[in-house]
Each structure stands twice: as C-alpha cells, then as structure tokens.
C-alpha cells in the first residue's frame, strides 16, 4: 500500500545537538510535503511546506527539510536544538496518486534534554 | 492559536452511546477536514467537507458521519460506539478545496469510550 514512513518513532538528544528525521513516501507523480509538529498540549502546526522549486526548504524554527525526488525523502534538519524542540514531528504528503488527501506519517517522538 | 475551535475538549462514553463533535474553521476557510489519532493506527484522515459538499472521504467507518452546515462548522457524528474508537480526533480547515493547501489545525477532541 502507498504510505509514508516515518522511520524513527523516538529520538532522544541533548541541547545544541543536530537532529535529522527521516520521511519517505511511496507515491509517483506530483506530491506536495509537509512537515507538521505538534509540542506538548498543543495543536498541529506548520513548519514547511515544499509544493516545487528549490528542494532545500526552511521553515520555521530553524528547521529545514530537503526533497530528494529519487530517493522519494523529505528529510527534517535542525543543526542545533533547543529544550523547547521537545515535542512530535509529523511527515505528511499530498499526492494526486492518493487523491489530494494529505496522508501523515506515524510522527516521531522527539525529546530534548537540557 | 490556528483560530480552529473545537468542542468538547474530553468527552467520555459508553460503548454503544453516540455522539457528537463539533468543529468551527478559521473564519473564510472553506474547508474542513476531520483526522482520528490514536496510538494504533496514527493520524487518519477520515473526511473533508468543502463550502458544506462533501469534497473527499478516508478511512471513515460507516458508523461515522459527518456535516458542514451553511455557516461553515462542521459535526462529526460518532455512532455505535466501540472501545477502539477511543482516540483524539481533530478537526483542520484551510481556504480552498485543495488537499495541498496548508492545513490549521484545532485543539482536538479526546473521546475516552469506557
């Protein structure tokens, strides 16, 4: 089944290390990405988007994501995090081979200690 | 704050009981999408309305139901109630009818089924 993959469910780091989390997804065609991250007791929200251009995205926060069309990723970067990054990081897609609707990933946890 | 409201924030119910979830968009979204989240199965998509048409449906049970009225909230009704519908389900809206548009999400609604 087409699907998206989050492989790490958990990540755990300490302040000022580099976080990288993975995303791959199973659909052809045109896609759009997203990455949504929900902190503790909060909603869903945005940190970047990638709808086409540059595949280097930055979002929000510090984050970055880069699309690699032939390896079917949209990886997260952060080069150094913060104790307020604590929280779930989602990898959502939205592709016209699964009819526009945005399909998410599993999330991963991830906790930064201070 | 997305501006999405949703209520109630906990609800808990008996198996078989039926219920109702309610969903306010940002003001001029037309869209309203509803997601189930649960341990087990993630973040699901489950149904979107757009200017109160149903625009694209997910993994909805037929016991699930939903509506957006003509000022734009939307009702998602549970029915038949069983312990694995326990989840949070949040409710997301965006401007357009398009599943690629950035998505605003609500604060969800816990639904504990005992």
């Known amino acids: 089944a087409q699907s998206v993959s989050q492989h790490n469910h958990h990540v755990i780091l300490s302040e000022a290390a580099s976080l990288e989390l993975g995303c791959n997804y199973s659909?052809?065609?045109?896609?759009?990405l997203f990455w949504y991250v929900q902190y503790p007791g909060q909603h869903l929200q945005l940190l970047l988007k990638y709808f086409s251009g540059d595949p280097l995205v930055k979002g929000i926060k510090g984050f970055e994501a880069e699309f690699i069309k032939s390896k079917f990723s949209f990886n997260l970067r952060k080069p150094s995090v913060q104790w307020s990054d604590t929280a779930e990081y989602f990898c959502a897609v939205n592709a016209a081979a699964a009819g526009n609707k945005l399909t998410f990933g599993g999330g991963t946890r991830v906790l930064v200690k201070p | 704050d997305s501006g999405v409201t949703q209520t109630p924030k906990h609800l808990i119910t008996a198996t078989g009981q039926r219920v109702t979830l309610r969903c306010s968009p940002r003001?001029?979204?037309?869209?309203v999408y509803w997601y189930q989240q649960s341990l087990d199965q993630g973040l699901q998509f489950l149904i979107q309305?757009?200017?109160?048409?149903?625009?694209a449906k997910g993994n909805i049970l037929e016991r699930f139901s939903a509506q957006q009225f003509p000022d734009l909230h939307s009702e998602l009704n549970l029915s038949s109630l069983e312990l694995g519908d326990s989840a949070l389900y949040f409710c997301?809206?965006?401007?357009?009818?398009?599943?690629?548009?950035?998505?605003?999400f609500g604060p969800g609604t816990r639904l504990t089924v005992l």
């Open positions: 309305y757009y200017n109160g048409e149903e625009r």
């Open positions: 659909y052809g065609g045109t896609v759009n």
């Open positions: 997301a809206s965006s401007p357009y009818g398009q599943g690629y548009n950035e998505q605003f």
């Open positions: 003001s001029g979204d037309l869209s």
